[in-house]
């Protein structure tokens, strides 16, 4: 997950902004005019978003910083150009340490110099309750060995200053194939962010509702207590039992905006996309599974030195530690489970349930 500050810095010298950033959470910055018109802020711009009292909003400032985005996606593809990289690796040991197949084999056939493409989905979310939060989410994929890139962040801060771009490089048609896995990915963070936020309103939910449902039973008691003392008075007994019907609709209608108010909404966008050519170490090997076997491609990432994970084959989630079936999909634990009627294990990429027909 790429950091505020990052974000606003990057946004503000793609507009030509001068900008110092420091480590603690200061921004410091030369606007050029129109972007000072745009975020009415004057063209020497100093930003403090340390978290103590006194400091700049983050929140309001993601949403001035909003102002200053295309109305699409922007889209860049780049090349990274590093004389100095060195990718040549202990690709055995490397294997043996850094891949972890469940119910199955390798064997490595040859590791070699290549160039992989890959791509950096920058997601904007926005988390309502009773308070709203914004935030920044970055995923990175590589698009020939189809694996993520577990830091993507530390990845893109790595290779920034090497990068140039590159015109007519044909980004959509290769992010359109592993956008269902970057928005799975970013899903699985936003998630974990919006768990807080939800404990948080749960907690303020059950205060207020507390509060509203003591509020009404005492109501409700007074009318009660009314309605026995008026009993041998159909008219105004009848008076206070509609005040009392009234009164629990009343209570309803409160609790019930209750729940909207601190009901979690959830919004995410696509805000940029990045494709950026990097030297790879490639790894190639074989996977094998009782008597069948695939040839398969792992990605050695030079600049963090790991290497990649690949994607499961059935929910393009992150396949580590990696399952293989009987025909050698490459799998993760969620979609390699146990069918609950009969105990068999069954890929969900050979087939949607099981043979039993009763897990899906």
């Known amino acids: 997950m790429i950091g505020i500050q990052d974000w ?9 902004a001068l900008v110092e950033s420091e480590e603690d959470g200061r921004i410091r910055a030369m606007l050029p005019a129109d972007v000072a018109d745009s975020l009415h802020a004057s063209e020497w711009l ?30 860049t593809g780049a090349q990274y150009r590093n004389p100095a990289l060195a990718i040549r690796v202990d690709a055995a040991s490397m294997l043996a340490s850094e891949l972890a197949i469940q119910n199955g084999i390798y064997r490595l056939v040859e590791d070699f110099s290549a160039s992989a493409t890959y791509l950096f989905f920058t997601f904007q979310y926005t988390v309502e309750s009773d308070d709203r939060s914004l935030g920044i989410v970055t995923v990175c ?15 893109l801060r790595g290779i920034r200053e090497y990068l140039h771009e590159e015109q007519g490089a044909a980004v959509p048609d290769v992010a359109a194939r592993l956008y269902p ?59 206070e039992r509609s ?6 609709a009343d209570r309803v209608a409160k609790l019930e905006d ?6 979690l909404r959830i919004q995410v966008e696509l805000a940029a996309l990045l494709a950026v050519r990097v030297p790879v170490r490639q790894i190639a090997v074989r996977l094998i599974r009782k008597r069948e076997e695939r040839a398969h491609f792992l990605d050695w ?20 530690p ?34 039993c027909g009763m897990a899906g």
């Not at 005040?243 to 629990?248: F, I």
């Open 181 to 239: 896995a970057a928005a799975r990915a970013t899903q699985a963070v936003v998630r974990k962010h919006a768990t807080q936020i939800e404990e948080h309103a749960n907690r303020r939910l059950a205060r207020d509702t507390q509060r509203v449902e003591s509020y009404y039973e005492g109501l409700l008691a007074q009318i009660e207590k009314r309605t026995a003392k008026r009993a041998n008075d159909a008219e105004a007994a009848e008076k």
């Open 322 to 355: 990696l399952f293989l079936c009987e025909r050698v999909h490459l799998l993760c634990s969620d979609c390699w489970t146990q069918c609950p009627n009969c105990s068999r294990f069954f890929c969900r990429v050979c087939q949607p349930r099981c043979k």
């Open 46 to 75: 100093s930003l403090d978003l340390r978290p103590r009292p006194g400091a700049d909003d983050p929140v309001e400032w993601m949403e001035r910083m909003e102002r200053l985005l295309p109305g699409q996606p922007l889209v």
């Open 258 to 263: 209750l729940r909207r108010k601190y009901s």
């Open 243 to 248: 005040r009392a019907r009234a009164t629990e």
């Open 8 to 16: 606003i810095c990057d946004l503000l010298m793609s507009r030509g």
């Open 141 to 155: 994929l590589n698009a020939d060995a189809r694996s993520l890139v577990t830091m993507p962040e530390n990845f």
């Open 301 to 320: 990432n030079p600049v963090l030195h790991v290497l990649e994970s690949p994607l499961c084959e059935h929910c393009s989630g992150r396949a580590h």
